[in-house]
């Protein structure tokens, strides 16, 4: 059975920083897309930053310039460095994986509170 689990959430203060992680565990085979999305009360769950097996990455324009995805193809493992925070940036952060056979799955999540 395959795991994500996130960490790296928290309570920050507006111009702060934060890293998530999500590390996936279980058995796991042909990792395509990894990322990050997040759902703030009262909203739907929206895609804040992807990126392939390849390096390849994509982001809300909201995020743009602020926050950077990366990942550890060998530990299957996403990061997400959110930097120059803002009060707007306030969710429940999920990571997702998507594999090359169309399986997707997703963590429990992490709360991000940017307070102003």
């Known amino acids: 059975q395959v795991q994500l689990v996130e960490s790296g959430g928290g309570l920050v203060q507006a111009g702060g920083s934060l890293r998530l992680s999500c590390a996936a565990s279980?058995?796991?085979?042909?990792?395509?897309?990894m990322g990050w999305y997040r759902r703030s009360p009262g909203k739907q769950r929206d895609m804040v930053a992807t990126?392939?097996?390849?390096?390849?990455?994509n982001y809300a324009d909201s995020v743009k310039g602020r926050f950077t995805v990366s990942r550890d193809n060998a530990k299957n493992t996403v990061y997400l460095q959110m930097n120059s925070l803002k009060p707007e940036d306030t969710a429940v952060y999920y990571c997702?994986?998507?594999?090359?056979?169309?399986?997707?799955?997703w963590g429990e999540g992490t709360l991000v509170t940017v307070s102003s």
């Open positions: 997702r994986m998507t594999t090359y056979g169309g399986m997707n799955f």
């Open positions: 279980g058995r796991i085979f042909g990792v395509n897309t």
């Open positions: 990126i392939t097996s390849g390096g390849s990455t």
